[in-house]
Nanobody, 120 residues
Framework: QVQLVESGGGSVQAGGSLRLSCAASGNTYNYCMSWYRQAPGKERERVARINSDGSTTYADSVKGRFTISRDNAKNTLYLQMNSLKPEDTAMYYC???????????????WGQGTQVTVSS
């Protein structure tokens, strides 16, 4: 089974940037790929999703600041995070889900997460 491994998390000051990566051990071209985050005491939130055709969706809280992308040749998913805010502090997970055309099913495959901490 394909495994997902996130990297790129860290500590940054408000206004800074980070780029998260998610390397897959196998082919993820036919999957919808997503980034989720979960802060302590809060529910998990889907931050961004990208379909195999490149179409993307974002949570309102990150629109205009975060960009999701994928390199299918490298089986790698990215999340460029700019203008970071303290409320972006969370564990970030990448996830894969099956798709049918433009429809993405709930994620079934998860990485172990990478911590992002934004200080004010």
């Amino acid at each position: 089974q394909v495994q997902l491994v996130e990297s790129g998390g860290g500590s940054v000051q408000a206004g800074g940037s980070l780029r998260l990566s998610c390397a897959a051990s196998g082919n993820t071209y036919n999957y919808c790929m997503s980034w989720y985050r979960q802060a302590p005491g809060k529910e998990r939130e889907r931050v961004a999703r990208i379909n195999s055709d490149g179409s993307t969706t974002y949570a309102d809280s990150v629109k205009g600041r975060f960009t999701i992308s994928r390199d299918n040749a490298k089986n790698t998913l990215y999340l460029q995070m700019n203008s970071l805010k303290p409320e972006d502090t969370a564990m970030y997970y990448c996830a894969a889900g099956h798709r049918q055309g433009v429809w993405c099913y709930p994620a079934f495959l998860w990485g172990q997460g990478t911590q992002v901490t934004v200080s004010s």
